[in-house]
């Protein structure tokens, strides 16, 4: 039988459950609120922000996103212009030079053309004595040379790759200067 008092007694138990979860609930909210309330004074601090409510320190934060997003633009394009300038400067020919057990490898590559620069190496190997036994160049959007070289037998004397190497990049300074006074 289902009585009054077993009514109110029923009663009683689900409001204290009640306020229980409450209590439950509560605490939660509470936790969470700290947690909300220490992560937005970080990002007040990060920020360097004065805002004293939520909403401020959020549209300050928001403000400082987008001027770091420019700073980021604005950083690329720097790096990107001083890469390209890096280029353009330093875009002369490579050289290479690897010796053989008779003569040398020279290896000679440019990214853009170089009208001149093969009559100015062919030039300097002369001048060193060295014959060019087999040689491939390219002289149209680049430049590139692969020449196979080896040591006049005449003159007699050994010549270090090192020797080759640097007459080879002053021709080509020599050439860069040359061709830079006649632009």
């Known amino acids: 039988m289902y009585t009054y008092t077993h009514h109110i007694r029923r009663r009683k138990f689900y409001r204290e459950r009640e306020r229980v ?33 939520n ?7 928001s403000k400082y996103i987008e001027e770091l997003k420019h700073k980021v633009e604005t950083l690329n394009q720097d790096v990107a212009t001083a890469q390209s300038s890096y280029h353009h400067q330093n875009s002369g020919p490579v050289v290479e030079v690897e010796t053989l057990e008779k003569g040398y ?11 001149g620069l093969l009559v100015s190496i062919l030039e300097v190997f002369e001048e060193l004595g060295l014959n060019v036994l087999q040689a491939t160049a390219s002289c ?10 080896g040591e006049n037998e005449e003159i007699g004397e050994s010549i270090n790759a090192q020797v080759v190497e640097q007459a080879v990049s002053q021709a080509i300074m020599n050439w860069s200067t040359g061709s830079n006074e006649q632009d």
């Open 21 to 53: 979860t409450r209590r439950m609930v509560s605490r939660e909210h509470k936790k969470r609120a700290v947690v909300l309330h220490e992560k937005l004074q970080l990002l007040r601090s990060i920020t360097n922000s004065h805002a004293q409510s």
């Open 55 to 61: 909403k401020s320190i959020i549209l300050d934060a």
């Open 105 to 115: 490898m020279v290896n000679i590559q440019s990214e853009k053309s170089c009208p």
């Open 140 to 149: 149209t959007d680049t430049f590139r040379l692969e020449a196979l070289g």
